[in-house]
Structure formats: C-alpha cells, structure tokens
C-alpha cells in the first residue's frame, strides 16, 4: 500500500479564495482524522471519520471549515472562504485500530 | 480534558550518548500511549504503541515505558545516531473518546556528530 496520500503538497491561494485538501486514506482502514499543525499551536485536531460517518468536528475552529468523506477511499477539507490565519500544515491520518498512520501533509499558505 | 507536555522542548547531544525524552499526561484513565517521529517537512511516523496493560515496548535501540498511576510515559534512545534527528512526540486518547487522539507539544532532538 502506498501509505495515506495527501494532495496538493502545497497551496498558495489569497484570502477570501476557496481551498480545497484532499486525502486516500489506506485501503482498509476504518478511521480518518484531519489535524492542523502551527508552531503556536502544535498538532490539532480539526475533524475524524468511522466508517465515513463524522464522529467529532469539535476541533473545527469556525464554519468556514468542512469536512466531508463521500466514500471510504477519499475525504476533504475545505476552507471558505480563507484567511491568512489559515495557514498551517494540514496532516491527514488514518487507522484501523489504534495505530495512526499520517499523510505527508499539505503545506498551506493564504496571503 | 486530556492535556499532553512533553520535556524536554528541546535537546541537543552528542552522537552516541543514551537519552530519555519525556511525556506526561492529566487523566490516567488511557487507553494507549503512543509515540511518533517528525522529520522537518515531513508528515508523522509511529515508532512505539503501548497499551494500557503493558509497561513497557521496544523496537531495536527505542524503548518506551509507561506508567499510568503517574501520568508518565518515557522514550529512551540507545546509542543515539545523527539519523534519529527529528521531532519525536507522543499521543494519547482522549478520556471519553479512545478513538481522539491528542498529541503533545513534541521534543525536538539533534543528535551532533
């Protein structure tokens, strides 16, 4: 298996624009959480997924993050409109059982 | 609320040299402990899953212990390499959600030739 894989790698966009990530999770696996990661902030919990069903968005900082898993192999995170304080690295992750297996991440930047 | 600190911040020693990084934890009631490697630019790797029976797990010079009853858990790194440069951080569920998993702040180590 390929591993969890995250596109785009990077994504430059301006404020007020839509940004859309996407993440295939590894074929198998029943979880599928979305973190955020800044230096204030560290590692943060945005969003996870059972079975594609949302169990906990309590992580999603305001309404303009969405989250959606339309099928076991695929999910997106979706922010709109943007803002600079958007910026961060968005990691995906999945599992079955307990062990996590993570994304490379995506490296977002809203100017 | 589960809260993760992790000691120290930052830690810089010589190649070879053994070292102990440290996690702690407020609700002892986990499920599991685990840690996780960072490579800068990089997504997370695990190194090391405890479960809440067991005390202790190793993988080749990486050992990692756990004590619930204090809220600690410790990595220890044999003969340390300058590959095991990284951030390593370690996570744990939350309380009432075994399936939240909620990450420390990380402990960023270089190991110096």
């Known amino acids: 298996d390929a591993g969890v894989i995250q596109s785009p790698r990077h994504e430059v966009t301006e404020m007020g624009q839509e940004v859309t990530l996407r993440c295939k999770p590894i074929?198998?696996?029943?979880?599928l959480f979305w973190y955020r990661q800044t230096m204030m902030r560290g590692l943060e919990l945005l969003i996870y997924?059972?079975?594609?069903?949302?169990?906990?968005d309590s992580g999603m900082p305001e309404d303009r993050f969405s989250a959606k898993m339309p099928n076991a192999s695929f999910s997106t995170l979706k922010i709109q409109p943007s803002e600079p304080r958007d910026s961060a690295v968005y990691f995906c992750?999945?599992?079955?059982?307990?062990?996590?297996?993570f994304g490379s991440g995506t490296q977002l930047s809203v100017l | 609320k589960q809260e993760v600190t992790q000691i120290p911040a930052a830690l810089s020693v010589p190649e070879g040299e053994n070292l102990v990084l440290n996690c702690s934890f407020t609700?002892?009631?986990?499920?599991?402990l685990q840690w996780f490697r960072q490579d800068p630019g990089k997504g997370l790797t695990s190194l090391l899953l405890i479960q809440s029976s067991q005390r202790e797990q190793t993988s080749g010079r990486l050992n990692a212990s756990l004590d619930k009853s204090s809220g600690r858990s410790t990595l220890y790194i044999a003969a340390s390499q300058p590959g095991d440069s990284a951030t390593y951080l370690c996570a744990v569920p939350m309380k009432t959600s075994y399936d939240k998993v909620i990450f420390g702040p990380g402990t960023s180590l270089s190991v110096i030739p």
């Open positions: 992750a999945s599992s079955l059982g307990l062990q996590l297996f």
């Open positions: 997924f059972n079975n594609n069903v949302p169990i906990d």
């Open positions: 609700d002892s009631a986990i499920y599991n």
């Open positions: 074929s198998g696996h029943d979880y």
